[in-house]
């Protein structure tokens, strides 16, 4: 299995949730994301990103209005 990159996840990561313990740990954010019925913050735009609504059906609601 490969390793993390970490530095590199946390450059590319888009969350603005601060205190976020899984920032740049992909794996720990999808899977923590998705027990919640949620998807992790780089699925979404900056803009909607900030709204902290990560519901599927709000990136269903993005993507249809956004494709």
């Known amino acids: 299995?490969?390793?993390c990159?970490?530095?590199e996840?946390?450059?590319k990561?888009?969350?603005t949730y601060?205190?976020?313990a899984r920032k740049g740990v992909c794996c720990e954010c999808i899977?923590?994301?998705l027990s919640a019925k949620q998807l992790p913050a780089?699925?979404?735009s900056a803009q909607d990103e900030r709204t902290y609504?990560?519901?599927i059906n709000k990136f269903i609601q993005t993507y249809q209005k956004n494709p």
């Open 1 to 3: 299995m490969k390793e």
């Open 18 to 20: 601060e205190p976020c």
């Open 53 to 55: 609504d990560r519901s």
């Open 31 to 33: 899977k923590y994301h």
């Open 13 to 15: 990561c888009n969350c």
């Open 5 to 7: 990159n970490l530095g």
């Open 42 to 44: 780089c699925f979404f």
């Open 9 to 11: 996840n946390k450059a």
